[in-house]
């Protein structure tokens, strides 16, 4: 039996209602919890739903249920289960019967695994965090799983148990529509992965892709340091990270699949089942980035996640919020909130391996330059000796101990000692810009960001944006709000022109700096129109990158400008009026452009609502010709941003203003009302 812990106070309980039990095995059974017992059944060929009511004794006033464990049957399976709690009476006295309870609340559903992985010999336990007064829980089995074992279509539950905290005191009547979450329908594989694969890690969110590098980079830093324990201590908590990644990133290709093949209730499910694991996975990071940095620098943890070892629990959709966010999500940014970049100040210490003090800086710079003046004596061909030359002169400055032994400019940066010397900076550039970032980051990395844009010079573009990422933290410390505006200035500059590289891992990188920029900027408290102001172009070059060939530019473009849309100090109004701007008339016609536009438009209304102005997209689509477009792409995405409108606005108000529209026919009209009302019913079942 799993082992309890001090916090965990067991609940005794009576199954007072059962919709149906075969012989053998009733309800009764599920009184007397035990892992390897055999529990109840359904009847067989049984109708659904299938119903159990649990009445609580409770051993204290509150009469609050902090969580539920459910360890279901092996094959007989029930898809999903839904539970809600009942609490008093009008009389104040405990009621007989659920109904009877003066207050009832469904809280939601959790859906449970179907077991084929595991070839039906695995029993799956499903931890759900409830934290509210509950005289009674109500379980509603809807549908069974079909495999060669369940012949007769029954579902099954093997234990149930119900907890109090012994030592919590929780406020009756707390109305917490998040406080019940999912259990997650994954298990670990074995052994874990030593890495994470590079098709994964491209598709990351550029905060969790920054995470995992800085955390890499540290790992192959302690090794070089000859600190081993410390390195094998890194590499062993990354690996259970990596394959929670792999696996969220399974589970969302598979929502998308769904979404694609519009069976919205089996999206909506993975949707559920994709979010928490993803929830697992950034605070398992975030832990990861606290225990060996000091601190998570940039992982957002939405909820907390109770965990076992049978168990690990998330978040749970209620039924009010099943409309876009399960309907009609099909955003890759979960649930990214307005409060996503507020960290304390410890959140953003940074190990003394990949920073520099801000006291250290000129003389740093200093440094770099010996190196790189070391990097190319007349003669000399080999690169990588040149730069052993430049490590060892570097070695001299950093007796202190404050910066890595054997430091490069690039420390920090994965692989950066095997690099080639960058080359001198083509009179092409703006010299003024030069300036700029070689008074910030200094001559070498500025070198190797002005690198000549060919295959063989990438990765040093690539690496010196990287370190600038690394490096913002302690640039923005402490500055006064001139030099803060003046790094904006530069960075914006730096951020616009990588946009446009031809290397995707460059374009990338340029995002994820973009991203720890408008961080460094919301701590700095700097103006928002001054903000939006240099970002501007930035945001018209990455609406452009929609229409791109390449997926993970696409999606790398939309992450990035919903966070900015999400940013305090961006005009939310920019990201909107540049997003409905007409599109050229050379890439209208075309349909590729407009489509894109179109469909980033109903992500930004998903995650926005109300927010977004639906006259002005609406207007957007009709200055576009959209809704009688000769590409049916457009057309359809045409179509679905009206529905999503509809689900936020109502049905008249968005129709209205489509009426008397040439482009849209009484036909069209009636396809989108058919549409809404079918999409209404979806939600109410």
């Known amino acids: 039996m799993t082992p309890?812990?001090?916090?965990?106070?067991?609940?005794?309980?009576?199954?007072?209602?059962?919709?149906?039990?075969?012989?053998?095995?009733?309800?009764?059974?599920?009184?007397?919890?035990?892992?390897?017992?055999?529990?109840?059944?359904?009847?067989?060929?049984?109708?659904?739903?299938?119903?159990?009511?649990?009445?609580?004794?409770?051993?204290?006033?509150?009469?609050?249920?902090?969580?539920?464990?459910?360890?279901?049957?092996?094959?007989?399976?029930?898809?999903?289960?839904?539970?809600?709690?009942?609490?008093?009476?009008?009389?104040?006295?405990?009621?007989?019967?659920?109904?009877?309870?003066?207050?009832?609340?469904?809280?939601?559903?959790?859906?449970?695994?179907?077991?084929?992985?595991?070839?039906?010999?695995?029993?799956?336990?499903?931890?759900?965090?409830?934290?509210?007064?509950?005289?009674?829980?109500?379980?509603?089995?809807?549908?069974?799983?079909?495999?060669?074992?369940?012949?007769?279509?029954?579902?099954?539950?093997?234990?149930?148990?119900?907890?109090?905290?012994?030592?919590?005191?929780?406020?009756?009547?707390?109305?917490?529509?998040?406080?019940?979450?999912?259990?997650?329908?994954?298990?670990?594989?074995?052994?874990?992965?030593?890495?994470?694969?590079?098709?994964?890690?491209?598709?990351?969110?550029?905060?969790?892709?920054?995470?995992?590098?800085?955390l890499e980079a540290m790992k192959k830093e302690r090794a070089a340091l000859e600190d081993f324990d410390m390195a094998a201590k890194i590499k062993e908590a990354m690996s259970t990270v990596y394959a929670l990644l792999i696996i969220f990133k399974e589970s969302e290709n598979k929502m998308r699949e769904a979404a694609a093949r519009e069976d919205y209730a089996e999206a909506s499910h993975l949707k559920i089942e994709r979010d928490t694991i993803k929830e697992t996975a950034l605070e398992a990071l975030a832990e990861v980035e606290k225990k060996f940095i000091g601190g998570p620098a940039n992982i957002v943890v939405v909820t907390r996640c109770g965990a076992s070892v049978t168990s690990v629990a998330g978040q749970i959709d209620d039924e009010a919020n099943l409309s876009l966010s399960t309907i009609k999500d099909e955003s890759f940014l979960s649930r990214k909130s307005a409060n996503s970049h507020q960290f304390s100040d410890e959140q953003f210490e940074r190990t003394s391996n990949s920073v520099m003090s801000k006291s250290k800086r000129d003389s740093r710079r200093e440094d770099e330059e010996n190196l790189d003046e070391q990097s190319h004596p007349t003669g000399r061909d080999n690169g990588q000796d040149d730069e052993k030359d430049g490590d060892d002169d570097d070695d001299d400055d950093d007796d202190d101990g404050s910066n890595i032994s054997h430091s490069h400019p690039l420390a920090g940066v994965d692989g950066a000692e095997g690099l080639p010397a960058p080359e001198e900076i083509s009179k092409d550039i703006s010299s003024d810009l030069i300036q700029k970032v070689e008074e910030l980051f200094g001559s070498y990395r500025t070198k190797c960001y002005f690198s000549k844009a060919s295959r063989e010079n990438w990765q040093l573009r690539d690496a010196a944006l990287t370190k600038i990422s690394l490096l913002l933290p302690e640039h923005f410390s402490n500055v006064s709000a001139d030099d803060c505006a003046d790094m904006a200035n530069t960075l914006t500059q730096v951020v616009s022109r990588s946009i446009d590289d031809k290397n995707v891992q460059v374009y990338q990188s340029a995002l994820i700096l973009l991203d720890e920029s408008l961080l460094q900027f919301e701590r700095n408290e700097m103006p928002g129109t001054k903000v939006t102001l240099l970002l501007s172009k930035v945001v018209t070059d990455l609406l452009s990158k929609l229409a791109d060939s390449k997926q993970k530019v696409v999606d790398s473009a939309e992450l990035s400008l919903l966070t900015m849309a999400h940013s305090t100090c961006i005009d939310f109004a920019c990201i909107c009026n540049a997003a409905t701007k007409k599109v050229r008339t050379a890439d209208s016609k075309g349909g590729r452009t407009l489509k894109a536009r179109l469909q980033f438009l109903e992500n930004l209304i998903a995650e926005f609502d109300e927010k977004v102005p639906w006259n002005r997209v609406i207007d957007f689509a009709k200055a576009s010709k959209a809704f009688d477009h000769k590409d049916v792409g457009v057309r359809d995405a045409a179509k679905s941003v009206v529905l999503t409108l509809m689900l936020i606005h109502g049905e008249n108000v968005t129709l209205q203003s489509l009426e008397g529209c040439e482009q849209v026919s009484e036909r069209q009209l009636n396809e989108y009302r058919a549409k809404y009302a079918g999409m209404m019913e979806e939600i109410r079942e």
């Open 4 to 214: 309890l812990t001090p916090d965990e106070l067991p609940l005794l309980f009576d199954v007072v209602e059962c919709s149906s039990e075969e012989e053998g095995f009733d309800c009764s059974a599920l009184q007397h919890y035990c892992e390897d017992g055999d529990g109840w059944l359904s009847e067989r060929h049984c109708a659904f739903p299938q119903l159990l009511i649990l009445r609580i004794h409770h051993q204290d006033e509150a009469h609050v249920v902090e969580k539920l464990d459910i360890l279901c049957h092996e094959f007989n399976i029930p898809q999903t289960i839904e539970i809600s709690v009942g609490c008093g009476s009008v009389g104040g006295h405990i009621p007989i019967k659920f109904e009877d309870c003066g207050t009832i609340q469904k809280l939601g559903y959790v859906t449970m695994d179907s077991n084929d992985r595991s070839h039906h010999q695995d029993r799956e336990m499903k931890t759900v965090p409830i934290g509210k007064p509950a005289d009674f829980i109500k379980l509603v089995l809807q549908q069974s799983y079909q495999n060669e074992y369940n012949l007769y279509g029954q579902v099954g539950i093997v234990g149930l148990r119900v907890f109090a905290a012994a030592n919590k005191k929780v406020v009756a009547g707390n109305d917490d529509r998040n406080s019940l979450r999912p259990a997650l329908n994954f298990s670990l594989p074995s052994p874990l992965p030593s890495s994470l694969p590079p098709k994964v890690k491209d598709e990351l969110d550029p905060k969790v892709q920054q995470s995992v590098t800085r």
